[in-house]
């Protein structure tokens, strides 16, 4: 017997398996396995269709599984955002030559508006859509990542659910979307904090991070910079990848000493940890090598046999997060470092590789169910300490952290920035509806082996200004200048006006706005072509026009318009507009 069809925000939606139960609730479709076999269900196991009238030029954008993967462009010529696709020959997730796929959600602006098709839950299995064209028509394709496990393995017959939605503007359309997913994955209180304000270790040294660096850091916050509120010590102050209690010799006094010391020098501290992996010289590899994920042959798995090995200290082994004494460990060295360190925000990195797939204890359990399952240990044992994802799996994540990277790694050049701007454009409207976005810190003063012209951290700091989210600095505090000390003030200022991120009105990604209050709004404008580009901007009444950062007036009398002209090549502008 067939299943009926349905219809989703005017879109017909066909199901197109026999063997699984369509419902139709909440503008959602949910689906559950009701077949009596026990055939393995694939990587590619198509659940529904969506017959489309597509613009081929239509701008279309696409979430990536893993946080580096997104995908932009056109219908007919889809392009690539960050370093590290899904399918690239690091990452692996599927092969470099087959259809693109759109994990989690795709985006369509067409001339009549905007439609996108979304998968509201990720519990169990990776959702994903690719474009066919069959017979001279579109075909949006829904499918699961059924990581060939088998329906009579697993712990529940239910999959996942999907939505379709449409707006005329992309503000509207993601607000629709963020309450169906809502209804899925409830929010964790620290969505709706004010964000973290501070400096983070890693951009200024790095793993060669020393307890002198931190302390030195934190000097010029308790004097200078008293508005950095939070102190996140990142990678470099552990012994080995996986014995996160255990300090490195850099830290003679021991993180429990240094952390006390932050405390009572008023701040915050947060510390970096990537609770999945263990490199093979740490104890608790040597100690507990059965507490790893296998290959199906029985021999050990790592990191680098299925996807990108790892950027130190490899090779990576991956806990198996299905076994209750690995979840016990997870929630003992959080509750350690949570309850007798006094950390109040835990940065969880290289998240993805906890859900890799490979053979685990708990049959017929996938890789996101595992990782699920670990990072709910994390939260056990977390207490009121804030979570932030990074490096991880993106839908597989809802519900379970308090805020996620975005982008990539920052680095003191124009490519990267410019490629940060995109990734973190794209995803800017999940701030405060899923999680509160963090852009990755901000940097504003070279380094002796890193650096780049002033026109390129100007391009960045109105990135970061429009995002919202988190706010670290990457740099060496003692060597901030001035530009970089007047920056920072700005932008605190703005923040404390509103949390919210600037909203864009097309995935262009070249001008966003932000109302602060009731008197000011702010613009941004971004050219990231060869040429140069001019952008009218439109006020709802005659207005004084000002540079954000440096307050200068733009026009004498009050005006509705402003024509700006933005250089070539990478390029921006911050605007306020007082009515």
């Known amino acids: 017997m067939m299943n009926p069809l349905f219809f989703l925000c005017g879109q017909e939606a066909i199901p197109v398996q026999t063997d699984l139960v369509y419902e139709l609730q909440s503008d959602q479709i949910s689906m ?18 969506f017959p489309t009238q597509l613009e081929h030029d239509a701008k279309i954008l696409g979430d990536g599984f893993q946080m580096l993967a997104q995908t932009a462009g056109q219908v007919d010529a889809p392009k690539d955002v960050g370093r590290c696709p899904d399918n ?31 998968f509201t839950s990720c519990y169990r299995f990776a959702g994903y859509f690719e474009i066919h064209e069959y017979q001279g028509d579109m075909n949006v394709m829904a499918f699961l990542d059924g990581e060939h ?34 209804e899925q994955h409830p929010i964790r209180p620290g969505v709706k904090h004010n964000a973290p304000v501070g400096w983070c270790s890693w951009y200024a040294y790095y793993a060669e991070v020393t307890e002198k660096n931190v302390l030195d850091n934190v000097e010029v916050m308790c004097t200078e910079q ?22 490195s010799e850099k830290f003679p006094n021991g993180i429990k000493a ?9 701040k915050k501290p947060a510390i970096w940890i990537a609770p999945f992996i263990a490199q093979p010289e740490s104890e608790l ?33 991956i806990l198996d997060t299905s076994k209750p004494e690995v979840q016990r460990h997870l929630t003992d060295v959080i509750h350690t470092m949570e309850e007798e360190w006094g950390v109040e925000l835990f940065k969880l990195d290289a998240n993805f590789w906890g859900c890799l797939k490979g053979h685990r204890v708990q049959s017929g359990i996938t890789g996101i169910e595992a990782y699920r399952l670990g990072m709910q240990a994390i939260i056990n044992g977390a207490g009121e300490a804030l979570i932030l994802g990074c490096n991880a799996p993106m839908w597989p994540s809802l519900g379970l952290v308090d805020a996620m990277r975005i982008s990539d790694d920052v680095e003191r050049n124009p490519e990267r920035f410019e490629q940060i701007a995109k990734e973190t454009f794209y995803r800017s409207w999940q701030h405060r509806k899923l999680w509160q976005i963090d852009p990755d810190c901000l940097t504003l003063t070279s380094l002796s082996n890193q650096g780049t012209e002033r026109k390129y951290y100007e391009f960045h700091r109105n990135v970061i200004l429009a995002s919202g989210g988190l706010a670290l600095s990457g740099d060496p505090l003692p060597e901030l200048n001035h530009f970089a000390k007047k920056t920072w003030k700005n932008l605190l200022s703005r923040l404390r ?43 709802d009444q005659p207005s004084i026009w000002r540079d954000f950062w440096t307050g200068e007036q733009l026009n004498e009398e009050p005006m509705q318009m402003l024509l700006l002209t933005l250089e070539n090549g990478l390029s921006s502008r911050a605007i306020l507009v007082s009515n």
């Not at 396995?33 to 529904?48: E, K, M, Q, R, T």
């Not at 393995?153 to 809502?182: F, G, H, R």
């Not at 240094?258 to 008023?266: H, M, P, Q, T």
């Not at 040597?286 to 021999?299: E, I, L, M, Q, S």
Request: hydrophobic letters at 35%; a negative charge.
């Open 88 to 118: 690239n020959s690091s990452y692996r997730l599927y092969p470099e030559n087959a259809k693109k796929r759109f994990y989690n959600y795709l985006v369509v602006e067409q001339s009549d508006g905007f439609t996108l098709f979304g």
């Open 149 to 182: 496990t088998r329906p009579q393995d697993w712990a529940s017959n239910q999959m996942e659910a999907i939505t379709v939605v449409s707006a005329d503007s992309l503000a509207e359309l993601y607000e629709l979307y963020a309450v169906k997913i809502q």
């Open 226 to 247: 008293q508005d950095f509120e939070w102190v996140l010590l990142d990678d470099g102050y552990q012994a080995f990848m996986g014995d996160w209690l255990t300090p």
């Open 258 to 266: 240094l952390l006390k010391e932050i405390k009572d020098k008023g």
């Open 285 to 317: 590899f040597k100690n507990h090598p059965d507490w790893f994920v296998r290959h199906d042959n029985g021999r050990l798995l790592k990191a680098e046999d299925v996807t990108y090995g790892g950027w130190r200290c490899t090779p990576w082994y």
């Open 32 to 49: 559950r396995f009701a077949g009596i076999h026990n055939s393995p269900i694939n990587d590619h196991f198509l659940v529904l269709q």
């Open 497 to 539: 006006l509103t949390q919210d991120s600037a909203q864009f009105k097309s995935l262009s990604n070249r001008h966003c706005t932000l109302r602060l209050n009731h008197q000011h709004e702010l613009h941004c404008v971004f050219n990231y072509d060869d040429e140069p580009m001019e952008h009218t901007l439109v006020a």
